[in-house]
């Protein structure tokens, strides 16, 4: 089980970016991802995570709300977060992971495959 974390840079305020989450080695369709961030000083947050196409969920924190958006490409085995209306308060290391079923979750507990982070930093 492979995940690929990528897209991450540097932007201004109000600036948006697109992460990709490329995935490897198990049955894609089947699993939720969630992408969660972390920021110096500050514990692992859950960010957005998509449920499998078959029971179509998706859930946000609520500070990212209305701003980011979470896809998959089942063909592709790729999940994407566009962030849009960028905030300083979102600078993180970003990570991609697989939850452990079909069903969502905010919780990094809920995870057993992890990627390597990507970085995000909104600065001007």
């Known amino acids: 089980v492979q995940l690929q974390a990528s897209g991450g840079g540097l932007v201004q305020p109000g600036g948006s970016l697109r992460l990709s989450c490329v995935t490897s080695g198990f049955n894609f369709d089947y699993y939720a991802i969630g992408w969660f961030r972390q920021a110096p000083g500050k514990e692992r947050e859950g960010v957005a995570c998509?449920?499998?196409?078959?029971?179509?969920?998706?859930y946000y924190t609520d500070s990212v709300k209305g701003r980011f958006t979470i896809s998959r490409d089942n063909a592709k085995n790729t999940v994407y977060l566009q962030m849009n209306s960028l905030e300083p308060e979102d600078t993180a290391v970003y990570y991609c992971?697989?939850?452990?079923?079909?069903?969502?979750?905010?919780?990094?507990?809920?995870?057993?495959?992890w990627g390597q982070g990507t970085q995000v930093t909104v600065s001007s």
């Open positions: 998509i449920s499998s196409s078959a029971d179509d969920n998706t």
């Open positions: 992971a697989r939850a452990k079923s079909s069903r969502i979750s905010g919780d990094y507990t809920g995870y057993d495959y």
